[in-house]
């Protein structure tokens, strides 16, 4: 099984040039210009960009959450995903309060094993670390080669743990060479302003926005940073909002510390205006919420400081009837926003063609530096001999309209609804299979394999 990709413009982290790819089997297998080899397909990327497959590793998919599960299963939001150019997802598995690690991604491998039509890998969400907990960190990261353990500074008593048991689990977490991710936002402050709000009749989508005010995320971001510190575990913040949480990352720089920072595509382009909407707010609730204009400002900046190193969507959709379940009350609004499919082309749309970003910073905040960060590079991340042949064949010069009618992520509305994209994806190559070509699936469910992952980067 062999494809040659002639006449393209490859882009990479580092590269951007004219070649032909030569794929066999499931690698890259020869890169070089006018290749004079035989091979069962071709494949004109005449005008066409390539770059590697993109890396989502902020996902929830089936995840139950608020009295309800979202949307996408792991077959519905993998497809989703494909069509989009990301071809591996890292999904999060949440350990119920009171039961094991195990038992959690049990779980979840039910739910994911045999269902997937791209490459997935978990983080494991540590919502109860005790003694037997901790005995379970070295079986996840060495027998299982999930790495990465997610925090929740947030969602007490369902989610949250306190500072005591996030220092334990960072220096356990430490000792074996994985990474602790963080929700970062004070928990308590915000249920306090919950419950003032409701108290005062105040109970629209706009309360949710004015529920989390910007300190309560970027205090937690810097408590956490210090507690990083203090343990010197590799430590990655997700989904940032804010100015003030990329300034918290930013002051942990002064003292020599590296903090990876994760921002999503929502929140590089849409701003909280949008909660004024009744109902229709809630189709925006998530949490930390949108933000200001001032804040996309400083998101796109510390992308380009490499202060944020890699945008994600944290997709968790929830249809409509679904997020009408907190109709008059925002605090019951199922928090999620679907994202999935539309993240490697608005970010192209948004940041590369108006000057945002290069070519190349998008590579690297889309695919690679997910990648070199979890444990997944050179296998993933880039296009270089002997790496996955996950390639995104790539039109900049397509326009089309996102709308729900169209997407093919399982949730009935879309956050981008008419929104105008330059750039689209032709073909995506999953392991040196064409899993999309021209809008159309070629592959069959259970071809997405699940990415045992190795130790995790404290550079990139």
């Known amino acids: 099984m062999s494809i040659l990709i002639k006449n393209g413009r490859i882009i990479t982290a580092s590269d951007d040039y004219q070649a032909d790819i030569l794929i066999k089997y499931d690698k890259v297998y020869m890169i070089g210009k006018n290749l004079q080899v035989q091979a069962k397909d071709i494949i004109d990327a005449s005008g066409m960009v390539i770059f590697p497959g993109g890396i989502d590793p902020h996902v929830h998919l089936d995840m139950p959450f608020m009295g309800t599960y979202s949307s996408d299963s792991h077959e519905t939001g993998t497809r989703a995903a494909l069509h989009g150019g990301t071809t591996t997802v890292i999904d999060f598995v949440l350990q119920t309060q009171g039961k094991s690690l195990r038992h959690a991604l049990e779980s979840w491998q039910g739910r994911s094993y045999g269902n997937c039509f791209g490459d997935y890998s978990f983080h494991m969400a540590v919502t109860d670390f005790n003694k037997n907990t901790k005995k379970e960190i070295a079986e996840m990261i060495e027998q299982e080669g999930i790495t990465s353990f997610k925090t929740f500074m947030a969602y007490k008593g369902a989610l949250m743990i306190d500072d005591g048991q996030m220092i334990d689990l960072m220096q356990e977490v430490k000792s074996r060479g994985g990474m602790v991710t963080v929700h970062a936002t004070n928990g308590d402050m915000i249920d306090k302003l919950i419950a003032k709000h409701r108290a005062e009749g105040k109970l629209s989508p706009l309360y949710h926005y004015l529920s989390q005010p910007e300190v309560t995320e970027a205090e937690a971001s810097a408590r956490f940073t210090d507690m990083a510190h203090y343990t010197g575990v590799p430590a990655y913040i997700v989904h940032m909002t804010c100015e003030g949480a990329v ?214």
Request: net charge positive; with cysteine.
């Open 247 to 460: 300034n918290a990352v930013r002051e942990a720089t002064f003292r020599n510390q590296k903090v990876f920072g994760e921002t999503c595509i929502q929140y590089l382009i849409l701003d909280a205006s949008l909660y004024e909407q009744d109902p229709d707010g809630a189709k925006w609730v998530m949490s930390p919420p949108l933000r200001e204009k001032k804040d996309q400002a400083a998101l796109w900046a510390a992308i380009n400081q490499g202060i944020v190193q890699v945008v994600a969507t944290d997709h968790c959709p929830f249809n409509w009837k679904q997020k009408m379940m907190g109709k008059g009350d925002f605090s019951k609004i199922p928090n999620g926003h679907p994202a999935i499919e539309n993240r490697m082309e608005l970010l192209w749309s948004e940041g590369v063609e108006k000057g945002k970003i290069s070519a190349n910073k998008y590579v690297e905040v889309t695919s690679t530096n997910a990648a070199k960060i979890f444990g997944m590079y050179p296998k993933k991340g880039c296009i270089a001999p002997g790496s996955d042949a996950d390639l995104v064949i790539f039109d900049p010069n397509k326009k089309h309209v996102i709308s729900a009618e169209t997407h093919h992520m399982n949730v009935d509305y879309s956050g981008y609804e008419g929104w105008e994209v330059k750039g689209k994806c032709r073909q995506v190559i999953l392991r040196g299979k064409v899993a999309i070509d021209e809008g159309k699936v070629k592959i069959k469910k259970g071809y997405g394999e699940f990415v045992k992952r190795g130790k995790v980067s404290k550079v990139v």
